[in-house]
């Protein structure tokens, strides 16, 4: 890419109206071109123009499932904690101490999983609509 650009060594200036400029930015995000000059360069010069579409169920999905695979990730770690923990205890009252402690974090746990649940329900009753 860097021999191809090499030899581009003249500017053109042109100024746009904000709707103008809007209208080609708006078409050059709805594109697969990285930079506004290589969507304008493709249009000028009759290069075709590849557009993505975007399924905006499918996004909010995404959202949502890259939020409860944080949380399930949030989780896991928080439970292998608590088993190292268990792990390293030598003593009972150490191991009492635990135990309350584990107690609070598995409520924890649970009301997460529950959350869990539920957005995955919301997602497969959105999602069959």
């Known amino acids: 890419m860097g021999r191809e650009n090499s030899n581009r060594t003249r500017i053109i200036g042109l100024r746009l109206t904000t709707d103008e400029y809007s209208k080609i930015e708006r078409k050059w995000k709805a594109s697969t071109c990285r930079k506004l000059s290589d969507y304008v360069r493709s249009n ?4 075709p123009v590849v557009t993505t579409y975007r399924n905006r ?3 909010d999905t ?6 409860l695979r944080n949380e399930l990730n949030a989780i896991g770690n928080n439970f292998n904690q608590a088993v190292k923990r268990l792990h390293t ?3 009972i009252p150490e191991f009492r101490n635990w135990l309350v402690t584990w107690e609070v974090e598995r409520k924890i746990l ?10 995955v329900r ?6 069959l609509q």
């Open 44 to 47: 000028l010069f009759d290069k």
């Open 57 to 59: 169920s499918q996004d």
């Open 62 to 67: 995404l959202t949502e499932l890259t939020k």
């Open 89 to 91: 205890l030598q003593q």
């Open 110 to 119: 649970f009301n997460k999983m529950d959350e869990v649940k539920n957005n």
């Open 122 to 127: 919301k997602i497969l009753e959105a999602w």
